[in-house]
């Protein structure tokens, strides 16, 4: 499950700005997280490489999404106790990835409320962003869409960055759509390889004499 397609103009991120979702090299992001989860039961190589294919499927979902839509920047952050951290991410516009994102305000804070997709459309009208910070990192548009389970908690956010006002259109917002699913599916699959713990090997009884 996603977030509803209903674009609402609001703030860029903490990348753009620090009232939409600290998602960008902002004051209000920093750099310094590791990497998510860890499973129970798992030895440290086996979870490692679970952790890195997972790595490399998101990376190429940001990536097709950046080339899809034309953004000059796209995110993905997936949550890590009580924050939400970039766990993947391309283009110049973006956080990087381990960057922490500010989700309790501004369009990401937003988004999250309401479960849905939410749009900045022209960060120099947008009086909930950070207009300085916006400047400083070339950001003029945003997209913010919360990836969701069926129960509608979040469980990640995917969100696009450009530099010139009005640069996504419906069709864009689509194709985010799109991308959250294949990022919700790979997920999911990550999720059930965690699960699948290796059952204990069964007790021999002791021999008699």
């Known amino acids: 499950m996603r977030g509803s397609t209903q674009p609402e103009e609001a ?13 960008g090299p902002s004051s209000s992001v920093s750099a310094s997280a590791d990497p998510a989860g860890a499973v129970g039961g798992r030895s440290n190589g086996s979870r490692g490489l679970e952790e890195t294919e997972l790595d490399s499927a998101l990376q190429l979902l940001v990536e097709r999404a950046q080339y899809i839509t034309g953004a000059t920047g796209t995110a993905l952050a997936l949550p890590q106790g009580e924050e939400m951290v970039c766990r993947a991410s391309a283009g110049a516009s973006a956080p990087a990835v ?5 989700v309790r305000s501004g369009l990401t804070g937003e988004s999250i409320a309401r479960r849905q997709l939410l749009r900045c459309d022209n960060a120099e009208s947008d009086p909930r962003v950070n ?3 916006c400047r400083a ?15 509608g908690e ?7 960055f450009s530099d010139h006002p009005y640069a996504f259109e419906e069709r864009d917002l689509i194709a985010l759509e799109r991308m959250a699913d294949l ?5 999911d699959l990550a999720e059930q390889r965690q699960n699948l713990v290796p059952a204990p090997a069964p007790r021999r009884e002791p021999e008699r004499p």
């Open 11 to 23: 703030l860029p991120s903490a990348n753009a700005a620090d009232t939409t979702t600290g998602t």
């Open 98 to 102: 381990g960057a922490r994102l500010q």
């Open 131 to 133: 207009l300085e910070t």
């Open 137 to 151: 990192l070339g950001i003029a548009s945003i997209v913010v869409l919360p990836l969701l389970r069926r129960s």
């Open 154 to 160: 979040v469980r990640g956010l995917f969100e696009l």
């Open 183 to 187: 990022t919700l599916t790979a997920l």
